[in-house]
């Protein structure tokens, strides 16, 4: 199964900060990598798709990038609906397989 | 608007069998196929497989074959998942999905007790 190390687990960040989470894959996942955002006692959200796309509704300081097998999502000047755990997907071989998380949460 | 609908929460005995269910509105049920995940505190999102809402072909994680059986209703835009011989292991929320989780359900929390 591919590996997807995500990192850091927890990101203390304050509000108006410009903050970056990243996935690394354990073999090519070319650009089928996905983020989602979950809050408390909710569904996850599609945030970003195919590793740079915006996914409808999402603010557009949530954006994507990937430098070779790592894929990042970069959250510029953190708004307080932000806090949430994300979560990396990729689904170029199965079975699909996600990150562990990384908790977003105010300083 | 895209909505997926499921059933809810379940308390199960070990040994014994659920089966949930996920009713989609607000678009073409056959067009996307619809995924299963499991979560866990412990084990994070795991991805079940998926089943062809057009056709009923499914894909399974091999961690769920023989665990999972999903299947679907066209007529009623209905996808179901039936996991069997329920451990301890199984309690976790599992939500269903359109597509590559482009939509989620609410999720269904199962919890396996004696």
Known sequence: DIQMTQSPSSLPASLGDRVTITCRASQDIGNYLRWFQQKPGKSPRLMIYGATNLAAGVPSRFSGSRSGSDYSLTINSLESEDMAIYYCLQHNEYPYTFGAGTKLELK | ?114
């Open chain 2, 1 to 114: 608007q895209v909505q997926l609908q499921q059933s809810g929460a379940e308390l199960a005995k070990p040994g014994s069998s659920v089966k949930i269910s996920c009713k989609a509105s607000g678009y073409t049920f056959t067009s996307y196929y619809i995924s299963w995940i499991k979560q866990t505190t412990g084990q994070g999102l795991e991805y079940i497989g998926y089943i062809n809402t057009g056709s009923g072909g499914t894909n399974y994680n091999e961690k769920f074959k023989g665990k999972a059986t999903l299947t679907v209703d066209k007529s009623s835009s209905t996808a179901f998942m039936q996991l069997s011989s329920l451990t301890p292991d199984d309690s976790a929320v599992y939500y269903c999905a359109v597509a590559t989780g482009d939509y989620w359900g609410q999720g269904v929390m199962v919890t396996v007790s004696s």
